[in-house]
């Protein structure tokens, strides 16, 4: 870029060249100076001026050349150039001049306020050029920019329909079979197993989607509480021990004589990462092992998900956590996914205050990834953690528990009538907010489990009816919406707690226990 003050003045008189400069240093600026032409090429191609005052009569050259030669040069053609001159002086020398690049002219003698005046309209117009040019260059890579995130985002939509409609096929084709009443006992228990797995996995897919747009809204809600990270680590390990046979893994873990017992974080968040990590390693290892190494050091929880898979190049590793991204269109061909996985799984690691790092790839041998984040220690003996896998199927934990379920959708209420119905509680049902206040009005409940988005009346109008009636008792939101902004609302309309759908029956009865403690 040019010197914003710095000027070149060229002639090859003395007296004149000592005029020119001393006017201009009078006005602020800065003046360098040459007396042919060959020197003035030079200066102008080191020094870069922001505007060169150009004889036309030099020893060497014309100005009128050296002009020429100035404007082709890609290190100078930007820079103004000012043609003065006391023998050129017809309007056929002003004409030559202009059409050869100049860009204003002078003739001897002039005034020195017109010599400043025509500089600042020079350099003005010149300032003006480069914000223009800027601003083009701008809107450029914006535009490249965004026909990259266009692109990305239509191989990400391709590939996305492609995961949504492979578990939709599949829970399909497997409820069909069993619908037809003719499949063995482990003929269907292999059915519905296979119809639980896909709609794991779509879960899964949507949650991702979800949390990216959380996270680029910056509306990452973290819940922190205590998590005990051995538990996480085994229990994640153990999801994966039948894909695991199937693929001839072998899974071990390892924690440091240090590794806490249980840290504040949130585990949801922590084990979402974790089980990616692991996913991925499944996915991409043929045979061999996956292991997890568990430390402490300077106050962060080290976890490093190692595995003997196919391993990444650098260029692939450079790319690897870009939204929508996979190592090469070939991975996404062969083993599927989105490409979210890992650039979500940093996104949260940062939001818990780490990072997540590929520690070491190495093509064919494997590769290992690196969570961290800081955890405070907290002692188990002093805290409560909710373990929802420890409810037991036939365990009547909800037993005496009175529950009005108010869903608009028959399946629903079937649904989760029968998982708090075998967890012991009883339940009445309602099709609409209009109908939960009438039905909580006339009976007694201990607790109402509503849905938000419903016909007549909404889940939010209906908690704030009931409460404005002075209705004590919790009313818990289970529903579809999963926004933060949705959670909010519907604690201010009124409700207790919330639940996104889907849910599991550990998870809904879980959910529950405290109510039913509370109540006790």
């Known amino acids: 870029m040019p010197t914003s003050k710095l000027i070149l003045v060229v002639d090859d008189t003395e007296a004149t060249r000592y005029a020119v400069a001393r006017t201009l240093i009078a006005h602020g600026y800065d003046v360098i100076e040459a007396a042919s032409g060959t020197d003035a090429l030079k200066q102008a191609?080191?020094?870069?001026?922001?505007?060169?005052?150009?004889?036309?009569?030099?020893?060497?050259?014309?100005?009128?050349?050296?002009?020429?030669?100035?404007?082709?040069?890609?290190?100078?053609?930007?820079?103004?150039?000012?043609?003065?001159?006391?023998?050129?002086?017809?309007?056929?020398?002003?004409?030559?001049?202009?059409?050869?690049?100049?860009?204003?002219?002078?003739?001897?003698?002039?005034?020195?306020?017109?010599?400043?005046?025509?500089?600042?309209?020079?350099?003005?117009?010149?300032?003006?050029?480069?914000?223009?040019?800027?601003?083009?260059?701008?809107?450029?890579?914006?535009?490249?920019?965004?026909?990259?995130?266009?692109?990305?985002?239509?191989?990400?939509?391709?590939?996305?329909?492609?995961e949504m409609r492979t578990p939709l096929g599949i829970i399909y084709g497997f409820a069909d079979l069993a619908s037809e009443g003719k499949a063995t006992r482990e003929e269907m228990a292999q059915y519905l197993l296979k119809i639980k797995r896909n709609a794991e996995n779509l879960t899964k897919l949507v949650g991702q989607i979800l949390d990216l747009s959380k996270i680029e809204a910056g509306k990452i809600d973290l819940e922190k509480s205590p998590v005990a990270l051995k538990d996480v680590i085994s229990d994640i390990l153990q999801s994966f021990e039948l894909p695991g046979v199937e693929r001839n893994l072998h899974f071990s873990f390892a924690l440091s004589d240090d590794f806490p017992e249980a840290v504040m974080t949130d585990g949801h968040r922590v084990r979402q990462v974790i089980l990616n990590l692991v996913s991925n390693s499944v996915k991409f290892t043929e045979n061999g092992r996956v292991h997890i190494r568990g430390s402490l050091h300077n106050g962060h929880v080290v976890i490093d998900v190692s595995d003997t898979g196919i391993g990444l190049s650098p260029e692939q590793t450079g790319r690897l956590f870009q939204d929508f991204s996979q190592a090469d269109s070939s991975t996404t061909r062969r083993y599927g996914g989105t490409g979210l996985g890992l650039s979500l799984s940093r996104r949260l690691a940062r939001a818990l205050g780490g990072d997540l790092t590929v520690l070491q790839s190495i093509e064919g041998k494997g590769s290992t990834f690196r969570l961290s984040f800081p955890a405070a220690k907290v002692d188990l003996k002093d805290s409560f953690i909710r373990d929802d896998a420890k409810i037991l199927p036939d365990q009547k934990v909800l037993a005496g528990l009175r529950v009005l379920l108010v869903d608009d959708s028959k399946d629903n209420q079937f649904l989760f009538t029968t998982f708090l119905k075998k967890a012991g509680a009883s339940v009445e049902t309602a099709d609409d907010g209009r109908e939960a206040v009438e039905s909580a009005c006339k009976s007694l409940f201990d607790l109402i489990l509503m849905d938000v988005q419903m016909p007549n009346m909404d889940g939010y109008e209906a908690a704030r009816t009931l409460r404005e009636k002075g209705l004590i008792l919790p009313i818990i939101a289970l529903t579809a919406n999963a926004r933060l902004e949705d959670s909010k609302l519907a604690s201010e309309s009124g409700f207790d707690g919330y639940i996104t759908k889907p849910v599991d029956y550990k998870t809904l009865v879980g959910s529950l226990i405290p109510y039913k403690a509370a109540r006790a």
């Not at 080191?46 to 050296?66: K, Q």
């Open 45 to 162: 191609r080191e020094r870069r001026p922001a505007l060169i005052t150009l004889d036309i009569h030099l020893p060497d050259m014309l100005g009128f050349e050296v002009c020429k030669i100035l404007k082709k040069d890609p290190l100078t053609s930007h820079i103004p150039v000012l043609q003065v001159s006391a023998s050129f002086v017809t309007s056929k020398d002003r004409i030559h001049g202009l059409e050869g690049g100049a860009d204003s002219y002078l003739t001897h003698p002039f005034e020195p306020a017109v010599l400043i005046a025509t500089i600042k309209a020079l350099l003005r117009s010149r300032q003006l050029t480069e914000k223009l040019k800027d601003s083009e260059e701008r809107l450029e890579t914006a535009l490249r920019a965004a026909e990259d995130a266009n692109l990305a985002k239509s191989r990400f939509l391709s590939n996305m329909s492609h």
